[in-house]
């Protein structure tokens, strides 16, 4: 297993410390997507801000649940931009993602090398380059544009295009308050890799 994290900017919040509406955005979540909001990094440091938080978390559930793209293009578009940003708690958070959604583990070597690994179908290559583009350069060229859009109509392309253009922030916040891995996911990231944080 690899070694904890570096201590956070911003720990997460103390379950004895939570006021009413931090209990009310943690209760509001618990049982559902997130299951045990309470003991989840992101969440806890989330709820320091629960006005923010609940906004936020409503958008990225759709992002994870309710999105119009297929599960494994999204997956291969979400962890890309997660390796490309060097976030390796969003990486090792869909590492397991992944796992619980069926998707086989022998993505995860590939998705580190990129578009040239020859793993990935042709639409995938296109997926990677786009989000390789995005991540890059803040817009889709053409190529990539027509590629995906041979493919997708105009409701999964704008749901790409935020899936990407959230998980580039998401993973400043997250690099830059320092949420920590659980055992669970440094346990992941020690198998299967994951960028440095």
């Not at 759709?62 to 976030?87: E, F, Y």
């Not at 995860?108 to 350069?137: C, K, M, S």
């Not at 544009?145 to 253009?165: I, R, S, Y």
């Amino acid at each position: 297993m690899l070694k904890p994290d570096h201590p956070p900017r911003i720990p997460p919040r103390r379950t004895q410390d939570l006021t009413p509406e931090t209990q009310a955005f943690l209760a509001h979540w618990s049982g559902g997507f997130f299951k045990d909001a309470d003991k989840n990094p992101p969440l806890m440091t989330f709820a320091h801000h629960p006005q923010l938080a609940a906004l936020f978390s409503q958008f990225n559930i759709h992002l994870l649940t309710t999105s119009s793209l297929p599960v494994k293009q999204r997956q291969i578009a979400i962890m890309r931009t997660a390796w490309l940003c060097k976030s390796s708690y969003i990486w090792s958070s869909h590492l397991n993602t992944s796992q619980l959604l069926g998707l086989q583990p022998d993505m995860f070597r590939p998705l580190q090398i990129g578009a040239d690994d020859p793993y990935f179908a042709d639409f995938e290559r296109r997926i990677i380059r786009a989000t390789e583009e995005l991540v890059e350069n803040r817009q889709l060229s053409d190529t990539s544009w027509q590629g995906l859009a041979e493919e997708w109509n105009n409701q999964q392309m704008l749901d790409f295009l935020f899936t990407v253009g959230c998980y580039v922030m998401l993973a400043g916040v997250m690099r830059s308050v320092g949420i920590q891995r659980n055992p669970d996911l440094l346990a992941l990231a020690g198998e299967y890799g994951a960028p440095a944080p």
